[in-house]
């Protein structure tokens, strides 16, 4: 079954660092577009960030450009996110996302993992 | 970044009502409209691509249409696991952008 796992979150006081990360599974990973999309607690759905396939290309929602930093080891099969100056109104379930290769939409999505900032 | 407008925010429905979702863009997008299905405790689920594609595996009940700014999801007999928030999402632009979201409870 293709899959996406993500793991790194946790609590972080405001102005530290983060890193998550999602390992895909049982699909060629390098082939495909990632992303990163976030929901804060009662709040909707955020779309973060995108990499290129070839990890060439890269987009940032404005409300996390020069912060945030989007990567990939396609040789591990592992999309990346490095989170920089964390605040508060980050915290949120940040989900990995597969955009399918015949649709331009997220088809696979993993499980999420939590980034909660506070002191 | 191109603005979404979701409507209504909430609507309460019975089993065997036909629901309608709206979803405008600020600017055109062609067809580059998603729609997905989140429920709480899991991964949101895609239901259209392109505004009018249904995704493999979901239920033929739901249907989506439009193009341009206006866009709309229909469930044509809402049944008891469609009770959810709905989000539509452009791909349009390198900033892809969510609408707020439609929670759809039981009436």
């Given at each position: 079954e293709m899959q996406l796992?993500?793991?790194g979150g946790g609590l972080v006081q405001p102005g530290g660092s983060l890193r998550l990360s999602c390992v895909a599974s049982e699909f060629t990973f390098s082939n495909y577009w990632m992303h990163w999309v976030r929901q804060a607690p009662?709040?909707?759905l955020i779309w973060v960030s995108r990499i290129k396939s070839d990890g060439s290309n890269t987009d940032y929602a404005d409300s996390v450009k020069g912060?945030?930093?989007v990567a990939r080891d396609n040789a591990k099969n592992t999309l990346y996110l490095q989170m920089n100056s964390l605040r508060a109104d980050d915290s949120a379930v940040y989900y990995c996302v597969r955009v399918g290769g015949r649709t331009h939409a997220f088809d696979i999505w993993g499980q999420g993992t939590t980034v909660t900032v506070s002191s | 970044d191109?603005?979404?407008?979701q409507s209504p925010s909430s609507l309460s429905a019975s089993v065997g009502d036909r629901v309608t979702i709206t979803c405008r863009t600020s600017q055109s997008i062609s067809n580059y409209l998603n729609w997905y299905?989140?429920?709480?405790g899991e991964a949101p689920k895609l239901l259209i691509f392109d505004a009018s594609?249904?995704?493999?595996g979901v239920p033929s009940r739901f249907s989506g249409s439009g193009s341009g700014t206006d866009f709309t999801l229909t469930i044509s007999s809402l049944q008891p696991e469609d009770f959810a928030t709905y989000y539509c999402q452009q791909s349009y632009s390198p900033l892809w952008t969510f609408g707020q979201g439609t929670k759809v409870e039981i009436k």
């Open positions: 796992v993500e793991s009662g709040k909707g912060r945030f930093t | 191109i603005q979404m407008t299905q989140h429920k709480p594609s249904l995704q493999s």
